[in-house]
């Protein structure tokens, strides 16, 4: 059963809209993760935070931005979405320390099209 | 910086048989963790097993074994008597120390499965 849900599962939008992506999880985890994936292909880090109102940028440049105003809440927006933003889109939390065997839980995933 | 590097993109077996995906990573930091994830079509990432880099046994999770080679730098999955539902995209990953007190999971591209009946 998932502890860490994304909504919606699959999107299709016209360019220039606003969209937000949702990810929330119950465990109560500080640390949080978004990653995009192109289709067949690896996933890359876009934004991270580690708690309540600590957001990062990823190694992968985004024009996408996150918020982190609740623990159990990470919400991804575009502002105005266009093609190129077709993609996979993966929220992940972290579990406390390091060493653990299963330290990452992911969502299903959000698949936007932009059209 | 951290680097996985997944050289099959694709990968044939025969149903019931074993096959090894390979995976090979740099990093500086001398304490990391190396992850297996199975993803299906459908999109989500599923955890398959997990070796500490100071873990002195091979790790092994039902079907799944790591190939834990750490003079090498590689750490390869061996999925025993393959069935046709282990045919996904698989994905080696390593968290590893990036700077700044951060620790951060970076893939690999991933190996594409399929199975044979």
């Known amino acids: 059963e998932a502890d860490i849900y994304q909504t919606p599962r699959y999107l299709v939008i016209g360019t220039g809209k606003k969209i937000t992506l949702e990810c929330s999880q119950t465990?109560?985890?500080?640390?949080m993760y978004w990653y995009q994936q192109d289709p067949g292909m690896e996933l890359h880090l876009i934004h991270y935070s580690y708690g309540v109102n600590s957001t990062e940028k990823g190694d992968l440049s985004s024009e996408s931005t996150v918020s982190r105003i609740r623990t159990e809440h990470f919400p991804l927006t575009l502002e105005s979405a266009r093609p190129s933003h077709t993609s996979q889109y993966l929220c992940a939390s972290k579990s406390p320390g390091q060493g653990a065997r299963n330290d990452y839980t992911f969502g299903s995933g959000t698949r936007l099209t932009v059209v | 910086a951290q680097k996985i590097t997944q050289t099959q993109p694709g990968m044939f077996v025969q149903e019931k048989e074993a096959v090894t995906l390979d995976c090979t990573y740099d990093t500086s930091d001398p304490s990391y963790g190396l992850f297996w994830y199975k993803q299906p079509s459908s999109g989500e990432m599923i955890f398959l097993i997990y070796q500490g880099s100071y873990d002195q046994q091979n790790a092994t999770e039902g079907r799944y074994s790591l190939n834990f080679q750490k003079a090498r730098k590689s750490a390869n999955l061996v999925i025993s008597a393959s069935q046709l539902g282990d045919s996904a995209m698989y994905f080696c990953?390593?968290?590893?120390?990036?700077?700044?007190?951060?620790?951060?999971?970076?893939f690999g591209k991933g190996t594409k499965l399929s199975v044979i009946p």
């Open positions: 990953a390593m968290r590893a120390y990036s700077g700044a007190g951060s620790y951060q999971l970076t």
């Open positions: 465990m109560g985890h500080d640390k």
